[in-house]
């Protein structure tokens, strides 16, 4: 199949979440099955490996009455193919996300795409849409580009990663910038709580639409999750999908990670326990291998689950356990954890940044892993932390649902702990069951063997994709 990915970001070349993870994994595992896969994407200012870009071809794209330049470059890595969208106006700037033209700038992010595919001469039987950035390709195909014998019998599917994220703008914009008939909006076919809803005409468009987790995809036909779409989704449901996001297992490695002091995998557990220790002297912990250590790497939203943490703080800090947390986000949360900074020397280490290379180090150093979501789509970093032999703790919402199977003592089967309700109380419970099960070995020893050979690639994902495609 010949496979067409738009998105506004991707590892290793650009990041600010999970999205990067997902676009950078998934198209290499189409590939090992034989698959074409390109991957569109803009050519930020903080955009990695520009030295290994190729300029292709340049052209002009008109949102409205504005006539802008648009240049193509491209590289290859592992058998997939990416192109680079070069605006200096819209994309020369720090960072991704969060200026005042984001819409206009995915707007000609979206034309750009389609427009790629016919300069180029590309062949292809699906185009592949993630979030709100590149949501509205799926109308402008619809209603601009489709008639043309060139982009015939192109099928669309639509991933939602996080339904927060809509893309909503001024009604205005769907005939000043996008070129469509105003009836699209008074219709109703784009908008959504009296403003232009991206997602909303993702959703009603494309063929297909697909969601991160198979929990996730029930979730958000909900009132509670579903952030105002949930009516949306519910009449196209028949063709709404959850499929399980997978981690890059070669990047993920604990026998070959660098950042990590020493590398282990099941047969040389031990080895852990070096890094557990270089970890806590690295981030002003105790250095004592047999204190049970908690990570947590995350941003700091109110998403997370960062509340409840702050909740039970003290109260965690009165058990025998050490915490070390990575992270930045809200300037309010980042207060409020600053204020405690200093009241537990020696057992609690905060870190507000973002450190990629300690973040692996949390993962391949600590015994738990806290992640206790209010909601999450998928999740990464609980598979990550079971890759690394580090056992979650975790809500049951979204993603995290799905990859973490509850411990059994009895059976020893699962693969961490969890809990339903949105609580801190019921969190702190299951910390304690958790850190009753460390004091035993062998159960705890169960527990890493579980969660190291559980098989949370992207293989088993990619053919559900694969099999989703060839229906359509």
């Given at each position: ?267 040389t557990i031990e080895s852990k326990y070096v890094n557990k220790v270089a970890l806590q002297k690295e981030v002003g912990l105790v250095e004592d ?126 693969t961490g702990f969890s809990f339903t309700n949105y609580n801190s109380y019921d969190m702190m419970h299951v910390i304690d069951y958790a850190l ?37």
């Amino acid at each position: 199949m010949k496979i067409v990915m738009a998105t506004s970001e991707c590892a290793p070349f650009i990041k600010s979440g999970g999205l990067a993870d997902v676009v950078g994994s998934l198209p290499q595992a189409f590939v090992e099955m034989g698959h074409d896969c390109t991957v569109v994407l803009p050519l930020y200012a903080d955009l990695k490996c520009r030295e290994d870009l190729e300029y292709v071809t340049s052209y002009d794209i008109y949102l409205g009455w504005r006539k802008k330049h648009c240049g193509v470059f491209t590289c290859e890595k592992n058998g997939v193919r990416f192109y680079f969208i070069d605006n200096e106006e819209y994309f020369k700037r720090p960072g991704l996300y969060g200026y005042d033209d984001d819409n206009l700038r995915y707007a000609y992010f979206d034309f750009a795409v389609l427009e790629l595919i016919s300069h180029l001469q590309l062949e292809v039987n699906i185009l592949h849409m993630h979030d709100w950035q590149t949501a509205m390709i799926a109308p402008l195909y619809r209603e601009k580009y489709s008639m043309h014998p060139y982009y015939a019998n192109i099928k669309l599917v639509f991933t939602i990663h996080n339904i927060a994220y809509q893309g909503k703008a001024a009604p205005s914009l769907v005939q000043s910038v996008f070129g469509l008939s105003e009836s699209l909006y008074t219709s109703g076919n784009l908008r959504n709580d009296d403003c232009f809803n991206m997602m909303k005409g993702a959703i009603l468009y494309s063929d297909i639409i697909t969601t991160v987790s198979p929990t996730y995809a029930q979730e958000i036909l909900t009132n509670e999750y579903g952030e105002g779409l949930q009516h949306i989704l519910e009449l196209r449901k028949g063709d709404l999908y959850g499929i399980l996001n997978g981690i890059d297992y070669v990047t993920n490695n604990p026998t070959t990670d660098p950042a990590l002091v020493e590398n282990f995998d099941l047969a040389t557990i031990e080895s852990k326990y070096v890094n557990k220790v270089a970890l806590q002297k690295e981030v002003g912990l105790v250095e004592d291998k047999d204190i049970p250590l908690i990570g947590i790497v995350t941003r700091l939203t109110w998403q997370k689950g960062v509340s409840l943490i702050l909740e039970q703080i003290h109260t965690l800090m009165e058990r025998d356990v050490q915490v070390v947390l990575l992270g930045a986000g809200d300037f309010e949360l980042e207060q409020q954890f600053n204020q405690i900074d200093w009241m537990y020397p020696g057992k609690l280490s905060l870190n507000m940044k973002y450190d990629f290379g300690l973040s692996c180090r949390i993962y391949g150093g600590c015994d738990m892993f806290l992640m206790p979501s209010l909601f999450e789509p998928c999740g990464l970093s609980q598979m990550m932390s079971m890759r690394y032999g580090t056992i979650p703790i975790v809500r049951e919402t979204g993603g995290l649902k799905d990859s973490v199977t509850p411990y059994n003592e009895f059976e020893k089967t699962g693969t961490g702990f969890s809990f339903t309700n949105y609580n801190s109380y019921d969190m702190m419970h299951v910390i304690d069951y958790a850190l009753e099960m460390y004091d035993d070995k062998d159960q705890w020893n169960s527990i890493i063997e579980n969660a190291m050979t559980t098989n949370l690639d992207w293989n088993e994902s990619a053919k559900t994709y694969i099999s989703i495609f060839e229906n359509i």
